[in-house]
């Protein structure tokens, strides 16, 4: 695999700041809010990919389509499979995909805790686990998945945000590209470009 669909570092100067003196509670809420925020903007890179490769200048195909499709992942695998078809560079092609997985698998963590069922304890009426449930095609039923909410589960959302952080980031460079290479100015960047995109460079190793 190329250098650039490996992991960048954290950015300079970004972090997530916990709030001092919340409980388990309001440091779960919170670090769900965040993931649910940087979620939302690898989302909309995606749909810029899905816009490049699916709309058309005048219209509203890409929204249309992206609407019209059910969940997040079918409509990432469209783009991918209208790529794939494409004349795209085949680096930038195995680029995209990379992070489609990326994306799948935050995608994954996000729908548990935002879809999840939230039980406390009886005596404290603090949140004590996470359940959710998910159709299992080998099973042919919903099965239940649950998860004692603790310590862990904080450090394991403030991973999640820090890896959603960096794959948005690390997107706009694939998206540009795709962008310059279908000639897609259809599709509308932001103005100014932040500075950020304006020094891109390699990815780190």
């Not at 925020?37 to 200048?57: D, L, Q, R, T, V």
């Not at 560079?89 to 997985?101: C, N, P, Q, V």
């Not at 694939?174 to 932001?190: E, G, K, M, S, Y």
Request: glycine letters at 4%.
């Amino acid at each position: 695999m190329s250098e650039k669909a490996k992991t960048s570092e954290w950015p300079a100067g970004l972090t997530l700041k916990m709030p001092a003196g919340l409980g388990l509670d309001d440091q779960i809420a919170f670090c769900i809010g965040n993931l649910v925020m940087a979620w939302a903007n690898c989302e909309s890179m995606f749909y810029g990919i899905f816009s490049c490769i699916a709309g058309k200048a005048g219209t509203d195909n890409a929204a249309i389509l992206w609407l019209g499709t059910k969940s997040t992942k079918a409509r990432v695998d469209i783009a991918l499979q209208l790529i794939e078809s494409s004349e795209v560079k085949d680096e930038l092609k195995a680029e995209i995909s990379h992070f489609a997985k990326e994306f799948d698998g935050i995608t994954r963590t996000r729908n548990f805790f935002c879809h999840a069922y939230y039980k406390v304890d009886t005596v404290t009426l603090a949140l004590s686990e996470a359940e959710a449930f998910a159709y299992d095609p080998r099973l042919k039923r919903y099965a239940s998945n649950s998860r004692e909410l603790s310590k862990a589960t904080i450090n394991e959302l403030s991973d999640t945000i820090r890896r959603t952080v960096i794959l948005n980031r690390d997107l706009w460079k694939p998206f540009l590209a795709l962008r310059d290479q279908l000639n897609a100015d259809h599709v509308p960047l932001p103005e100014p470009l932040p500075e950020f995109l304006r020094q891109l460079g390699p990815r780190p190793v």
